[in-house]
């Protein structure tokens, strides 16, 4: 299940997508958006799905190496721990669920970017799978640890695996990262769960919906006051991006009653470390505090609860 911070993303996503289309209906771009959220969970079979492929293509290099001409010893006897674990025994056991990992077959074999071998030839060069195969102890620590490291560090940052991803969404590369983590978790938990939505509840997904829609509706009011208080700098200087968090943030602290200003506050300055530039995320943080500032005077912040202000 999705963090807000994770629903923060994906709707400034969808408003960046909003504001290019511009004749889009706000309607049209929430369903986009809530579709945008949900596909989290089809990327999560899709990336376990490469790894049932990679598998796979595992089983028939070690088999295709006994027939060489010449085979070496660890040619006829191979070392088969990356294919005899308790990680692949307990993703692939159930049939139901590698009949739905491959129906995604298409991401990786309907192309010739030749992405399965190409990474499965990484891994086996690596010193993670070097290290892995000549460790003595064998214990399911052992598989989360070395598949948490080679999902992370090699598949899923592979540029050939990015571009495959993109095709089908420009967002899910930032996705990989929480899927990772609950593939992981799943192993960990010994429960394959494949959620029919990635909100942990009503209340998450209205938060989405409203962050989005109220964002776009005070669009122009919002867009005044980062010109006010961005004295020095034209509109256009800007970034687009940029531009968005201040006006998501600006939408959570005039009317979400029940979210903290500080919380709103602190979660826009995460979220500009890895979208910003150092020198704008300093930017935003002061300018999104000297609008909390203004508000106050003003009497515009209304939140319900104690301690909200």
């Known amino acids: 299940m999705i963090s807000r911070r994770h629903i923060r993303?994906?709707?400034m996503q969808s408003l960046y997508t909003f504001k290019s289309k511009k004749d889009q209906s706000i309607l049209n771009g929430e369903k986009d958006m809530l579709?945008?959220?949900?596909?989290i969970s089809k990327l999560q079979i899709v990336v376990i799905s490469f790894l049932l492929f990679l598998f796979r293509h595992a089983q028939n290099f070690f088999e295709e190496n006994k027939s060489k001409f010449l085979p070496k010893d660890e040619d006829i006897n191979p070392n088969l721990r990356f294919i005899d674990n308790s990680f692949y025994k307990f993703f692939f056991k159930n049939k139901t669920h590698i009949s739905m990992y491959e129906k995604y077959s298409f991401f990786w074999n309907d192309n010739d970017h030749d992405i399965i071998r190409k990474i499965f030839m990484e891994i086996i060069k690596s010193d993670l799978y070097i290290k892995f195969l000549n460790d003595r102890e064998?214990?399911?620590?052992?598989?989360?640890?070395f598949f948490n490291n080679?999902?992370?560090?090699?598949?899923?940052?592979?540029?050939i695996l990015h571009h495959i991803l993109e095709e089908n969404s420009i967002y899910w590369?930032?996705?990989?990262?929480?899927?990772?983590?609950i593939i992981m978790g799943n192993f960990k938990n010994q429960k394959v769960i494949i959620p029919k939505s990635v909100f942990k509840n009503q209340s998450d997904k209205k938060f989405a919906k409203d962050l989005f829609k109220l964002t776009i509706k005070n669009d122009l009011y919002y867009e005044k006051i980062i010109i006010e208080k961005a004295k020095n700098w034209d509109?256009?200087?800007?970034?687009?991006?940029?531009?968005?968090?201040?006006?998501?943030?600006?939408?959570?602290?005039l009317n979400m009653s029940e979210l903290p200003v500080k919380v709103s506050l602190n979660e826009y300055i995460e979220i500009s470390k890895y979208y910003s530039t150092s020198k704008s995320k300093m930017f935003i943080n002061?300018?999104?505090?000297?609008?909390?500032k203004d508000f106050n005077k003003q009497n515009k912040i209304n939140k319900v609860g104690r301690g909200l202000m």
């Open 9 to 11: 993303l994906k709707v």
């Open 235 to 253: 509109l256009d200087r800007i970034a687009i991006m940029d531009q968005i968090m201040i006006k998501m943030a600006f939408c959570e602290i």
């Open 286 to 292: 002061g300018l999104i505090d000297s609008a909390i």
């Open 173 to 181: 590369i930032d996705d990989l990262p929480f899927v990772a983590t």
């Open 138 to 145: 064998v214990s399911d620590e052992k598989d989360i640890k």
């Open 35 to 39: 579709k945008h959220i949900e596909d």
């Open 150 to 159: 080679i999902l992370n560090d090699i598949i899923l940052n592979n540029k």
